[in-house]
């Protein structure tokens, strides 16, 4: 089988939890948001949508020396990765939830911490390879920062489930494309996610990243997060259609 750019993979699919949220959770963003129905909102406001954009473009980039119809026979494998069936999925996941809970769930995304923590990974993401990205990659590499702090942003990391959705997203589509995934990639994509934080939030107090900790450790949102990371897209059940 043909091997998946790992660098391709992460670069692509942190971008769904970073592009999407910081739509969504600026100050003109909540206005819109405002417009959407509950469940849109909280959809779109935790990530959990952007994911299907990054595995479409990510699929693309890898397929373009097959033939079309071989192009379709792999895209194929994807739909249930597709926008509308990933809303669909997640809007009816919500109804099990009470209306106290879903209340709460808008409070969260909403929540104007939430919405500068997400800016800022949007910034990081835009300057990725940048001169000063890659300096700060290489200063982590000769002087980590302190161990608790490093600590600190590994609890964030692990509130927000992105180094477990990605892992789960490289697996699937590597399947359905019939690529090959690098021995290790696992601890490659968490050890990505957590350099990609820790610049991100490189300027934010602890107390800071402690407050966004809480909103993301949340009972609710941790159930709602689990609820929807089991919804994800089985690759061995191929469905007929293209994304």
Same mark, same amino acid.
């Given at each position: 089988m043909k091997r998946l750019s790992l660098y391709r993979f992460l670069t692509c699919l942190v971008a769904a939890f970073v592009? *999407?949220?910081a739509a %969504?959770? /600026?100050t003109p963003g909540l206005a819109y948001a405002a417009n959407e129905s509950a469940p849109e909102r909280i959809i779109s406001g935790s990530g959990v949508s952007g994911i299907s954009t990054q595995v479409r473009q990510l699929a693309e980039a890898q397929l373009t020396e097959l033939s079309e119809s071989a192009k &379709? $026979?792999?895209l194929r494998r994807l739909l249930p990765w597709s926008p509308a069936a990933l809303q669909t999925s997640f809007a009816q996941l919500l109804e099990s939830f009470t209306d106290? !809970? *879903? #209340? &709460?769930?808008? !409070? =969260?995304?909403d929540d104007s911490l939430m919405a500068r923590g997400r800016l800022m990974e949007d910034v990081a993401l835009q300057e990725q390879g940048t001169p000063e990205y890659e300096r700060y990659m290489q200063r982590l590499a000769t002087y980590p920062p302190a161990v608790s702090r490093v600590q600190r942003v590994e609890r964030l990391v692990s509130a927000t489930r992105m180094a477990e959705w990605l892992i789960y997203a490289q697996a699937s589509v590597s399947d359905a494309l019939e690529l090959e995934l690098s021995q290790g990639y !696992? #601890? $490659? /994509?968490?050890? #990505?996610?957590l350099n990609f934080m820790l610049y991100a939030?490189? &300027?934010? %107090?602890? #107390? !800071? =990243? $402690?407050?966004?900790? &809480?909103?993301?450790n949340d009972p609710v949102m941790q159930r709602w997060l689990t609820e929807a990371f089991a919804a994800l897209p089985d690759p061995a059940r191929p469905e007929p259609g293209l994304i």
């Open positions: 592009v *999407v949220l %969504s959770l /600026t &379709r $026979d792999r106290e !809970e *879903v #209340a &709460r769930l808008l !409070e =969260i995304v !696992e #601890a $490659d /994509t968490r050890d #990505a996610v939030y490189r &300027r934010v %107090s602890n #107390a !800071e =990243i $402690d407050a966004l900790i &809480r909103l993301w």
